[in-house]
């Protein structure tokens, strides 16, 4: 069964930095696009950066460009987005999510998600 | 960017009843249109890809349609299970969501 499991969330002041992690399996990992989407609390669904299935385009919303950067290592069949000058208007449950290319592009399966809580 | 706007925010609906949530784009997107449902505390899920392709795992009481910039999903027939949070994405330029409907029993 395809997994996403997300890692590294946690309580972060504002200016810090946090690496989340993902890690998937049951797929040929390379050959998927991954995404990360974020939800505010109470909020709703805001992409916020992805990358190809060979790792080497990236994209990312204009909330996170400058700040935030996407990569992933096959290896350890694992996508990473590194935050750093982290707000406090970026606390949200981070998603990371696949995409299959397939059809419409849609995210088939998704983590289950990580809290990230910038404050000081 | 292609905005998507989402209506209506909330909806109030009794078992049995038929329910249309729709979604306009800011400009043409073919069929690049995805509906997820999310229940509370959970990740959300795909419900609709491609703008009418039931996602497996999902009853067809679940449909959508639309192309170009109007989509709509529908829910034939309300059942327990089917009040959650629902979304529509584009996929035709990266990704934007809508802002949701909070489908809600009456």
């Known amino acids: 069964e395809v997994q996403l499991l997300e890692f590294g969330g946690g309580l972060v002041q504002p200016g810090g930095s946090l690496r989340l992690s993902c890690v998937a399996s049951a797929f040929r990992f390379s050959n998927y696009a991954l995404n990360w989407v974020r939800q505010a609390p109470g909020k709703g669904l805001e992409w916020v950066s992805g990358i190809t299935g060979s790792g080497t385009t990236t994209y990312y919303a204009d909330s996170a460009k400058g700040r935030f950067t996407i990569s992933r290592d096959k290896s350890k069949n694992t996508v990473y987005l590194q935050m750093n000058r982290l707000r406090a208007e970026d606390t949200a449950v981070y998603y990371c999510?696949?995409?299959?290319?397939?059809?419409?592009?849609?995210?088939?399966?998704w983590g289950q998600g990580t809290l990230v809580t910038v404050s000081s | 960017d292609i905005q998507m706007t989402q209506s209506p925010s909330s909806l109030s609906a009794s078992v049995g009843d038929r329910v249309i949530i729709t979604c306009r784009a800011s400009q043409s997107i073919n069929r690049y249109v995805n509906w997820y449902q999310q229940k509370p505390g959970k990740a959300p899920k795909l419900l609709i890809y491609?703008?009418?392709s039931l996602q497996s795992g999902f009853p067809t009481r679940f449909s959508g349609s639309g192309s170009g910039t109007d989509f709509t999903l529908t829910i034939s027939s309300l059942q327990p299970e089917d009040f959650a949070t629902y979304y529509c994405?584009?996929?035709?330029?990266?990704?934007?969501f809508g802002q949701g409907t909070k489908l809600e029993i009456k």
């Open positions: 491609a703008a009418s």
């Open positions: 994405q584009q996929s035709y330029s990266l990704y934007t």
């Open positions: 999510a696949r995409a299959e290319t397939g059809g419409g592009n849609q995210f088939d399966y």
